[in-house]
């Protein structure tokens, strides 16, 4: 970790194993999403809520869980590595914390009303650090309701916490629910102001070393 | 490419039977192979693997079957022989238990008790066939378990019957082999390893609720385990093998895990 913590002047905003693990994560999730509907279309939780079968990844019950149990290795260690870079470097305490509450009121209104100001990508306004802290904490939820669903024998205790197998099924199910809503407003608001999207491809301003 | 349009995107109100769909699924699969090449679309996009040549999408669902083996693997280092799983009171059992198989409950084939054998095969010491009154007079144990299927649905059940490790070693079964194959009355069939056939909450089942198996539910004699989904667990079995050559299975031969340990 010696050489990502060291001072270097001129650094980006999105340092290289940042923007490669943002990317792996993506492709990991949408092939987590588009095959777990397939598997939940099996047994619906939500009886009137079914999803349209040209959205599902795989044809059938066996390839969606062949997807789903195929892309949960890269994404829980591609997650692991981001959580481990994110707190060794300090990356999640200086860009995510800290957030005042009275903040994030006016940022979520401005936001609302388009207003939000956004000229300086390289500092995260209060919505963003909550959404950011929101879906991290929902990938989190992901990785251990989906351990309760697929060992709930094993991983007894685990499935407990949920209530039983069909509480952590249901909060697998919300946790998917809650990334697709963060997907939506990330890719939105990412084209609105698509200097972020190139800054998460070419790395974005460079900025001073206390900021990264 | 294009696929014909169904009356509605969505699943409608008075869907057909779940088991009509799977039943068909693999035979639609070998047919048309446009599921796969949308597949192969939707990760292309995302990885830039581009293309979608029927090439691409076997060699895609041949990668997709050895991260499969390789989860096999995981799941047996994951599993701890001596873990139980959890057991419900008497009050939470369903009656009856909840149907499954590979086709609808109205074609169930009862199995006749007076005829039916049980037929032992492989690394077996002594394998001449049990009848329905020798398994029944062998020592019987009661679990009241979680039924959890690879659909998502579950239901607690009460079942009764010989644990299966107590049966592999009356039988002198070679118990370092890797497998435990079972045949059915209803040509369908599965297999488990060895480590989870030895599980103490593993039976050889002859009784639901206290009372014989009802034929839809796989009378006489039927494989319950705790570690595992439902459709590891053969109904109407008529012969079992120990062995060390993977023997594989009806749904696993279609691409369902194998291990699929709970």
């Known amino acids: 970790m010696e050489p990502m913590t060291a001072p270097r002047p001129g650094r980006r905003l999105h340092p290289w194993p940042i923007r490669i693990m943002h990317w792996v994560n ?16 099996d047994e619906a939780i939500l009886g009137w809520v ?27 260690f591609n997650g692991l590595l981001y959580l481990l870079y994110g707190l060794l470097t300090g990356r999640f305490r200086r860009k995510l914390l800290p957030i005042s509450g009275r903040e994030a009121v006016a940022d979520v209104r401005d936001a609302l009303r388009f207003k939000l100001a956004h000229e300086d990508l390289t500092v995260y306004n209060s919505v963003q650090k909550l959404l950011y802290i929101g879906v991290i904490l929902a990938a989190i939820l992901q990785v251990v309701s989906g351990i309760a669903i697929w060992k709930p024998v094993q991983f007894s205790g685990l499935t407990a916490l949920f209530g039983d197998f069909q509480g952590a099924r249901l909060a697998h199910f919300l946790g998917m629910a809650g990334i697709v809503g963060f997907l939506f407003v990330h890719v939105a608001l990412a084209l ?7 800054a998460m491809v070419t790395g974005g301003p460079v900025v001073p070393e206390e900021r990264t | 490419m294009t696929r014909p349009l169904s009356k509605s995107r969505f699943r409608p109100g008075d869907a057909p039977d779940a088991t009509i769909l799977r039943e068909h699924a693999p035979l639609l699969r070998d047919i048309e192979r446009r599921g796969l090449l949308r597949g192969s679309l939707s990760l292309g996009a995302l990885a830039m693997l581009g293309g979608c040549s029927p090439k691409d999408s076997e060699s895609i669902q041949a990668t997709l079957r050895a991260i499969s083996r390789f989860n096999d693997r995981m799941q047996a280092l994951l599993f701890d ?16 238990p909840r149907f499954n198989a590979f086709y609808g409950v109205e074609d169930v084939r009862p199995v006749d008790g007076a005829t039916w054998k049980l037929e032992l095969a492989g690394r077996i010491a002594e394998r001449q066939p049990w009848s329905v009154a020798q398994i029944m007079a062998l020592p019987e144990q009661e679990i009241i378990i979680r039924h959890i299927c690879v659909e998502g649905w579950d239901y607690i059940g009460q ?15 070679d118990l370092s082999c890797r497998y435990v194959a079972f045949r059915c009355a209803d040509d369908y069939w599965g297999s488990i390893d060895m480590a989870s056939a030895l599980h103490p909450q593993t039976l050889l089942a002859t009784k639901y609720a206290g009372e014989a198996i009802a034929d839809p539910f796989g009378y006489p004699l039927r494989l319950r385990t705790a570690v595992k989904l439902g459709f590891k667990n053969p109904k109407w079995i008529t012969s079992i093998e120990v062995t060390n050559d993977y023997p594989g299975g009806y749904w696993e031969d279609r691409g369902f895990n194998w291990f699929s340990g709970l």
């Open chain 1, 26 to 41: 993506a492709a990991a999730m949408i092939v987590m999403i588009l095959s777990g509907i397939g598997i939940y279309n």
């Open chain 1, 50 to 76: 079914f999803f349209p079968h040209w959205l599902l990844l795989g044809s059938w019950a066996a390839e969606h869980l062949l997807w789903h149990f195929a892309a949960m290795w890269v994404l829980v």
């Open chain 2, 81 to 96: 022989p001596t873990r139980l799983a959890p057991t419900y009171p008497e009050s939470m059992v369903l009656k009856p």
């Open chain 1, 192 to 198: 609105l102001v698509p200097r972020t999207l190139a």
């Open chain 2, 159 to 173: 079942w009764s019957g010989v644990p299966l490790r107590l049966f592999l070693e009356r039988v002198g079964a």
